[in-house]
């Protein structure tokens, strides 16, 4: 018996269970990492679905993901969430905690809502310059996704406008920034 401990099956075994428990640990790790993509994926499309909304549906598949894409490009530059609603009942944006910009139309009363922090410095009357520039036309032609569109479009144009007056303004030294 107590040969059989130092015998070449004995010296055989503990090799390759430690490889049988490497070859399980890496499964493991395997398993864990795609479930971890599986539920990022998950949560991309489940967030994305929820920055545009519209009751009684009034935009397609393809307008709804343009919207979407356009929405993400926004965030990935400026950093801050965009919700665009069309809605048939009164426009309010919704509370959040976070940072973001609610771009609300009411085609059957014409109504145009758009909310956002206070930082970013837009002129009084930059909702209502919208309202009347691309809104309203595009209402008029029942063009919803291009009125969310334009409007983001708009802001977006506004706040690379606001960032080369910064960039070229000169500092408190005299110097530029």
């Known amino acids: 018996m107590f040969l059989r401990i130092f015998s070449q099956r004995a010296a055989n075994r503990q090799p390759r269970s430690a490889w049988r428990s490497l070859f399980l640990v890496l499964i493991f790790c395997g398993v864990a990492w795609a479930f971890w993509q599986n539920a990022q994926t998950q949560m991309h ?35 801050i969430d965009v919700r665009m609603e069309v809605l048939e009942v009164p426009l309010h944006a919704p509370a959040s905690r976070a940072p973001q910009i609610y771009i609300g139309i009411n085609p059957k009363t014409g109504d145009f809502l758009l909310e956002y922090p206070p930082w970013l410095r837009l002129e009084p009357d930059f909702a209502n310059q919208i309202k009347a520039d691309y809104i ?35 500092n408190e030294h005299g110097g530029k920034k």
Request: cysteine-free; aromatic content about 8%; proline content about 6%.
């Open 136 to 170: 309203q036309p595009r209402l008029a032609k029942q063009q919803y996704a291009y009125a969310l569109a334009d409007a983001l479009r708009a802001l977006w144009e506004e706040l690379k406008a606001q960032e080369t007056i910064q960039q070229t303004a000169p």
């Open 45 to 79: 499309r489940l967030t994305a679905n929820s920055n545009v909304w519209d009751d009684p549906p009034a935009l397609s598949e393809n307008e709804r993901e343009a919207l979407q894409k356009m929405i993400a490009q926004f965030k990935s530059r400026y950093g």
